[in-house]
């Protein structure tokens, strides 16, 4: 089980801070929300997060440690402007070949078609990534970065920056965080009030060493289930 906890960092001085302080803890079952404004800020804050920028106050704890290191390892960023983030012009099909290469499985035509498959993605495969909805988006870069080896723990930035509802793409962000997988959320102020309400309708296992529902209706929960993919 991961847990970072984003302790007052922030980047440069205020009034006018590139990144004024930020704080949030999230871990399994409970992501956490930073909520940042300004074009540069949900970056310096997802790199900060994630271990690839040292904050000039402040620190970022994984597990109760600092360990930038170790951070790097756990995290990816997922659709970081500029870092990590696929242009517009992609295809989903394309960009699945990619991510499939990176994390060192085979991008063969046939692979990438299971993959869409599995996500309920093979209308979208030739489609390109600016052109399909939001939760779409969310959900197809969330679970190529999951594929990733040691991978534990997302930053996801600014989902509302390609529009539709908070709900919505909120929801990608439920299903996998209640797999176990922790996530921070970088997120304008606005949407993270309505992402804050949401947090309530993560489900929390008694045990969280078990899965939330031990007998599951397979229907209910294929659009929700972590990719299985062979290498």
Do not use: C
Request: aromatic share 2%; no cysteine; glycine share 6%.
């Amino acid at each position: 089980m991961t847990t970072i906890e984003i302790d007052h960092a922030g980047i440069g001085d205020e009034p006018g801070a590139p990144l004024p302080v930020v704080s949030a803890v999230a871990g399994p079952h409970r992501p956490g929300i930073l909520a940042v404004e300004t074009e540069q800020a949900p970056v310096l804050a997802s790199l900060v997060a994630g271990g690839r920028m040292q904050p000039d106050s402040g620190r970022v704890l994984l597990d109760g440690h600092e360990d930038a290191a170790a951070l790097r390892r756990t995290v990816a960023l997922v659709d970081t402007p500029g870092i990590a983030e696929p242009f517009p012009v992609m295809t989903l099909r394309r960009i699945v070949r990619e991510e499939l290469a990176f994390a060192e499985r085979r991008p063969s035509r046939e692979h990438v078609d299971t993959v869409l498959d599995e996500l309920g993605m093979s209308a979208y495969a030739d489609t390109h990534v600016q052109r399909v909805p939001t939760d779409v988006r969310v959900r197809l870069l969330t679970e190529l970065a999951l594929l990733r080896e040691g991978v534990t723990a997302l930053v996801i930035t600014s989902p509302e920056r390609h529009g539709g509802v908070v709900a919505d793409w909120f929801a990608v962000v439920r299903d996998v965080a209640a797999r176990g997988v922790t996530i921070v959320l970088v997120t304008s102020k606005a949407a993270a009030e309505t992402a804050t309400q949401l947090l309530a309708t993560i489900p929390v296992p008694a045990d969280p060493s078990l899965p939330s529902d031990p007998d599951p209706d397979p229907d209910a929960t294929a659009a929700t289930a972590p990719l299985e993919t062979r290498s």
